[in-house]
């Protein structure tokens, strides 16, 4: 999970390039990933905010009833006892403890609509 690859190469040219989650209510989806990631936003109108957590841009879009139990995106952490500690203290829920893995440990949470989260560390 920690390898890079040069996306230059042709088996890697279709990168994954943005990244958009349906969301109930924006304002607190913001605060949730700000908390958590320290993400800024740029919000367009009312019901549309787009992210970039330094790698990757994305976007949170405004939906009466969100799509939820789509693929699980996973974060890396070096420290994942501090990041689940952070994830806690913003009461989402805890859907697996740390558990290990070939080649690390992991841990999957909730955000405040229900999407399904996984934070990894190789340590």
């Known amino acids: 999970m920690t390898e890079s690859h040069d996306i ?66 996973i974060f890396y952490a070096a420290d994942l006892e501090a990041m689940l500690s952070r994830v806690q203290a913003e009461n989402a829920t805890i859907t697996a403890a740390i558990f290990p893995f070939p080649g690390g440990r992991r841990f999957q949470f909730l955000d405040p609509t229900g999407h399904e989260l996984a934070v990894w560390s190789d340590k």
């Open 8 to 73: 230059s190469k042709p088996q890697n040219a279709t990168p994954i390039n943005y990244i958009e989650f349906e969301v109930a209510d924006i304002a607190e989806t913001k605060r949730f990933y700000a908390a958590l990631f320290g993400w800024a936003y740029e919000d367009y109108g009312d019901s549309y905010t787009a992210f970039n957590d330094g790698h990757l841009d994305g976007g949170f879009a405004l939906s009466e009833s969100p799509k939820t139990g789509g693929p699980i995106v």
